[in-house]
């Protein structure tokens, strides 16, 4: 198997000297390791004990918070709700969203409902609107160091994330049940669907990548670090330059499927009413796949109901 070469940075490093190599691992896996990303430590720590202190309610407590209707952009989806694009079997997964908080009379209310917040897990509001904002905040300077590498303005990406969409998921793949379905794995092969995806917790095993060779490689991070990959929405503006990459979480072996997985992504989303256009210096390269202009919010819905979201 051929070795890969995902680049690990340091984001507290100028954004000139990491750009182009968090470009070219972006260009050619999808895939980058971030250090240093200023989401305080014990921040992290008190998030993942909330997080593990929620999943361990009962069942009908958690089923509770379960929005009907709201595709799941909010509150708790149960276990085998979510399936990947094209399979046939749910993924092993439980989860818990939380998203922007709009003012009441806002422009792009509409988009985005109220969050809920479970009563029953104490710091549960102030701890994950707090790590909400520095994912925003270390998200806003990755996408400034892929503005420098494309070559535009630094605070290009700025005002098309402004009030965007983003979504933050705390993660719970459970122990493996021997009556799970055959070929069901904790979350099978996918693309994500927005800008950037920023993941907390990858240093657990199990996060794999395919590779244009056709090879799936695992994404290991030191602990702390951040796991970024490029969403769907990215590679449309980029017309290819910056790849998508199907990922996959496969299921432990041995002893370590007895144990619990935790994980918390951040899913950077545009403005709902940013149109997806092909960045004309991306457009001009040669192989570069050029498709249509859409509105963030249209291509949100039309994949969430590929994924049995909506």
């Not at 995902?6 to 250090?35: N, Q």
């Not at 989860?95 to 710091?123: K, Q, S, T, Y």
């Not at 806003?140 to 503005?147: P, Q, S, T």
Request: with cysteine.
């Amino acid at each position: 198997m051929t070795q890969i070469d995902i680049a690990s940075v340091s984001l507290a490093k100028p954004l000139e000297e990491i750009a182009d190599e968090l470009g070219r691992s972006f260009a050619e896996y999808g895939f980058a390791v971030v250090r240093d990303h200023g989401i305080p430590q014990d921040l992290i720590d008190k998030a993942d004990a909330l997080s593990k202190a929620f999943f361990a309610l009962p069942d009908d407590v958690k089923r509770s918070y379960k929005l009907e209707g709201g595709g799941g952009a909010r509150g708790y989806t149960p276990f085998g709700t979510e399936k990947a694009k094209d399979a046939n079997i749910f993924d092993l997964k439980e989860f818990w969203h939380v998203g922007r908080e709009l003012p009441e009379g806002h422009d792009l209310a509409e988009f985005m409902a109220p969050n809920i917040w479970p009563a029953e897990v104490d710091g549960f509001e102030p701890t994950f609107s707090a790590l909400y904002s520095a994912f925003e905040t270390a998200g806003g300077r990755v996408l400034e160091a892929i503005a420098l590498h494309l070559g535009l303005d630094r605070g290009y990406f700025a005002p098309t994330v402004e009030d965007g969409n983003s979504v933050m998921r705390l993660l719970h793949y459970p122990p493996l049940s021997p009556d799970a379905p055959e070929g069901a794995i904790r979350a099978a092969a996918h693309g994500d669907i927005n800008t950037i995806t920023l993941l907390l917790g990858a240093e657990e095993a199990g996060l794999e990548l395919l590779t244009k060779a056709g090879e799936w490689h695992a994404v290991e991070a030191e602990e702390g670090a951040l796991v970024i990959n490029v969403g769907d929405m990215l590679e449309r503006l980029t017309a290819g330059k910056l790849v998508s990459t199907t990922h996959r979480v496969v299921n432990p072996r041995g002893a370590r499927a007895q144990n619990s997985r935790y994980s918390m992504p951040f899913f950077l989303h545009f403005r709902p009413d940013f149109m997806i256009e092909p960045l004309a210096d991306c457009a001009a390269e040669e192989g570069a796949d050029v498709q249509p202009a859409i509105s963030s919010h249209d291509f949100l819905m039309q994949r969430l109901r590929e994924i049995n979201l909506a």
